[in-house]
């Protein structure tokens, strides 16, 4: 089954061609926007793998939380090759994705993205002997609230994600707190690949119509909108 995986949700953006295993994944972090950038990144991966988009049994990609125009062009992009192909999707939770370079780990894996507002996209795992635990489902929350959650736990609680030093900074006084090294810290194209070629394997893909973008709150134009009707 080969899968094409995207992930645009934050500042890095990277592209992955999947079957049974990595084939080829090209990541990047500058300051191009993801709409300059993605569409030659998912020509790159094809061409150097010999593969054509007729070729995809399953599009993927990291539907949210995160940067709400990051996002939206990651969604937007694979949305159109779905529906162009007439192939399946498969929706990966942003935060789920981080998880997947500790599998390895027995312990709480936090992961964290910066919602600004001294807020962070959140969802908490418990990895024990290679299986995965969810323990908080995706949210948006203030960063002392997750401190004080995090204070219950006893065990190792590793921080992920782009707002993982954020929430660090603010509790590493807590000795069974550890920040992620940077090159294991954030989300890639590969995870949302493994992590659709298991769903799509258990029929749980979706349509091109129903995917959709999770913001988990609405955006600083909606927010600044509602006030203004407010007043």
Same mark, same amino acid.
């Given at each position: 089954?080969?899968? +094409? ?18 084939? &080829? ?13 993605? *569409? ?8 150097? *793998? ?7 049994? @399953?599009? &993927? ?7 709400? *125009? ?6 937007? $992009? ?11 999707? @498969?929706? @990966?939770? *942003? ?7 500790? +599998?390895? !780990? ?17 969802? @908490? ?29 006893? /065990? ?7 707002? $993982? ?7 590493? !006084?807590?000795?069974?707190?550890? =920040? ?15 992590? #659709? ?10 349509? #091109? ?6 913001? =988990?709150?609405?955006?600083?134009? !909606?927010?600044?909108?509602? /006030?203004?009707?407010?007043?």
């Amino acid at each position: 089954m080969l899968i +094409l995986s995207v992930d645009s949700s934050a500042t890095p953006a990277s592209v992955c061609l999947y079957d049974d295993k990595v084939l &080829a994944e090209y990541y990047i972090n500058t300051k191009l926007t993801h709409s300059q950038t993605l *569409t030659a990144m998912i020509e790159s991966v094809l061409q150097i *793998t010999g593969k054509q988009a007729k070729d995809i049994d @399953v599009f &993927a990609v990291n539907s949210g939380p995160g940067s709400f *125009t990051g996002v939206r062009i990651g969604v937007s $992009a694979v949305k159109g090759m779905a529906y162009a192909m007439d192939r399946p999707c @498969v929706a @990966v939770s *942003t935060l789920h994705s981080m998880i997947n370079n500790f +599998l390895t !780990e027995n312990a709480v894996i936090c992961a964290c993205m910066d919602a600004r507002r001294q807020q962070v996209y959140n969802a @908490v795992y418990r990895i024990s002997e290679g299986r995965e635990e969810l323990l908080c489902s995706d949210r948006a929350i203030a960063i002392d609230a997750l401190i004080e959650e995090i204070q219950a736990y006893h /065990e190792k609680v590793i921080l992920v994600g782009d707002g $993982a030093e954020l929430v660090y900074n603010s509790c590493k !006084e807590l000795n069974n707190i550890v =920040l992620a090294p940077a090159n294991l810290r954030y989300q890639r194209a590969s995870a949302v690949a493994m992590i #659709a070629a298991e769903k799509a394997n258990n029929h749980k893909t979706i349509t #091109a119509a129903a995917l959709m973008p999770s913001y =988990l709150r609405l955006s600083q134009a !909606e927010r600044e909108r509602m /006030e203004k009707q407010k007043g």
